[in-house]
T-cell receptor, first 118, second 114 residues
């Protein structure tokens, strides 16, 4: 398996523009997590899904952020409109099956998307 | 809410020496995992070592070992025979059992001096 795939790897946009980040999880994983990394707040959870259903979106900062998982092999994180304070590295991670003990619940991280909003 | 604290923003070590990175956490759970992740400049999150809370024996992975003190809620990482390739950000992370999100500390930037 190619691991968790994220695109784009880098995104530079201007304030007010819509940004869409994409993630393809590892096949067979039931859980998908979106994390954000900033200098000020470190790594924090934005939202996670189980079997394509959002379980906890309490980390989504505001209504400008939305995430979807239309099927088991694809998820998007959308920011509309984007603001300079959204500049960060966004990680997608997948993991977990019906067996919730190690190693079946290990999380695997994608390479991250570095977003810069000017 | 669970929290993870790394009190050392930066550390440095001489090549071939040993360094210990500190981590404390707060939880009311009895069953959980603790992790150390390495993040080199490439940004990739690399799992270094994990510890299951129910295991009393400290985990070891080659040059990496942990000192897990459950009562004190302490989970430190020891890197022996430090190498230049060990230079990176190191994150301590906590997760309850099951398929739950990770809670990260703020990280410790480790420099290795040749």
């Amino acid at each position: 398996d190619a691991g968790v795939i994220q695109s784009p790897r880098h995104e530079v946009t201007e304030m007010g523009q819509e940004v869409t980040l994409r993630c393809k999880p590892i096949s067979g994983h039931d859980y998908l997590f979106w994390y954000r990394q900033t200098m000020m707040r470190g790594l924090e959870l934005l939202i996670y899904f189980n079997n394509n259903v959002p379980i906890d979106d309490s980390g989504m900062p505001e209504d400008r952020f939305s995430a979807k998982m239309p099927n088991a092999s694809f998820s998007t994180l959308k920011i509309q409109p984007s603001e300079p304070r959204d500049s960060a590295v966004y990680f997608c991670a997948s993991g977990g099956t019906q067996f919730d003990r190690w190693p079946y619940n290990e999380q695997f991280f994608g390479p991250g998307t570095r977003l810069t909003v000017l | 809410a669970q929290t993870v604290t790394q009190s050392q923003p930066e550390m440095s070590v001489q090549e071939a020496e040993t360094v210990t990175l500190s981590c404390t956490y707060d939880t009311s759970e009895s069953d959980y995992y603790l992790f150390w992740y390495k993040q080199p400049p490439s940004r990739q999150m690399i799992l270094v070592i994990r510890q299951e809370a129910y295991k009393q024996q400290n985990a070891t992975e080659n040059r990496f070992s942990v000192n897990f003190q459950k009562a004190a809620k302490s989970f430190s990482l020891k890197i022996s025979d430090s190498q230049l390739g060990d230079a990176a950000m190191y994150f301590c992370a906590y997760r309850p059992s099951g398929n739950t999100p990770l809670v990260f500390g703020k990280g410790t930037r480790l420099s290795v001096i040749a």
